[in-house]
């Protein structure tokens, strides 16, 4: 019994373009069931999915709908902004 690679050269990327359309909420319901089906056979993307997924409700936990003060934006602003210039 031979093993095959679960995904085909170049397929990777679309399978984590798909994974990114459904965390984000724009993937279709098509697109949802066909990568459904894809993770019932392809185990690198089962994993990938269900650990974006634990982050993505961790993340979600732990920041409880509030927003950064704005004096945290603010310097984090600067700082991005003195990197990129630098």
Excluded: W
Excluded at 4 to 9: D, E, F, K, L
Excluded at 24 to 32: H, K, L, R, S, Y
Excluded at 52 to 62: F, R, S, Y
Excluded at 66 to 77: G, S, V
């Amino acid at each position: 019994m031979s093993h095959q690679p679960p995904h085909p050269a170049g397929k990777q990327s679309t399978c984590m373009e798909m994974l990114q359309a459904i965390l984000d909420g724009d993937a279709t319901p098509e697109q949802q069931a066909q990568f459904k089906e894809h993770m019932e056979v392809c185990m690198p993307c089962y994993k990938e999915y269900n650990l974006e997924m634990v982050i993505k409700e961790l993340l979600k936990a732990k920041c409880c709908g509030e927003c950064a003060p704005p004096e945290l934006i603010e310097r984090i602003k600067s700082q991005v902004g003195s990197k990129s210039s630098s």
